[in-house]
T-cell receptor, first 114, second 113 residues
């Protein structure tokens, strides 16, 4: 257990529905990251926050995806109008933001879109 | 283009044997290189982090090496155990974007009794 928690661990939804995932980072970590991972591949960067500010978004993050970190603590990732291609593991990580900026990962949320 | 390539894609060895996993990268300017272990259905867990000046680092039965000149790294696992079965992912961070990591696709290691 790294200290980063994610909820839910698994989500099955029908195409077109909206889903929201939550990440609780290690409490003193100011940086929070979201990644997506498909089978047999390494994680792909989606976005990251420093405190409550969203500082970078990948081009992978279409306008159906939105992430928030309202008080600089927990974060949510929402996917609107889900598509089958959104099926993946969604990973959250947190770090102190100082070199070497080691990131600690949560267990992930497995999304299946039917 | 910043890339990380790993080999082999998968590996099966008998319990107790040693193995070495390879990582080549083209990330520039280089900041650090990490090896993560990822069990099926779980998040990655950091094994080692090495900066430019470090050429070897150990964590128990795991030993990582780094050759910054040839841009190659290896992860050596000694006396493998069944619990070592996992994916091992090489990750490189560029100096000018330390918030973003360039991930390899991983090597899937299976330890058989």
């Amino acid at each position: 257990d790294t200290g980063v928690s994610q909820d839910p661990r698994h989500k099955i939804t029908k195409r077109g529905q909206n889903v929201t995932f939550r990440c609780d980072p290690i409490s003193e970590h100011n940086r929070l990251y979201w990644y997506r991972q498909t089978l047999g591949q390494g994680p792909e960067f989606l976005t990251y926050f420093q405190n409550e500010a969203q500082l970078e978004k990948s081009r992978l993050l279409s306008d159906r995806f939105s992430a928030e970190r309202p008080k600089g603590s927990f974060s949510t990732l929402e996917i609107q109008r889900t598509e089958q291609g959104d099926s993946a593991m969604y990973l959250c990580a947190s770090s102190l933001g100082q070199p070497p900026n080691e990131q600690f990962f949560g267990p992930g949320t497995r999304l299946t879109v039917l | 283009k910043n890339q990380v390539e790993q080999s082999p894609q998968s590996l099966i060895i008998l319990e107790g044997k040693n193995c070495t996993l390879q990582c080549n990268y083209t990330v520039s300017p280089f900041s650090n290189l990490r090896w993560y272990k990822q069990d099926t259905g779980r998040g990655p867990v950091s094994l080692t982090i090495m900066t430019f000046s470090e050429n070897t680092k150990s964590n128990g039965r795991y030993t990582a090496t780094l050759d910054a000149d040839t841009k190659q790294s290896s992860l050596h696992i000694t006396a493998s155990q069944l619990s070592d079965s996992a994916s091992y992912i090489c990750v490189v961070s560029a100096r000018d974007s330390n918030y973003q990591l360039i991930w390899g696709a991983g090597t899937k290691l299976i330890i058989k009794p």
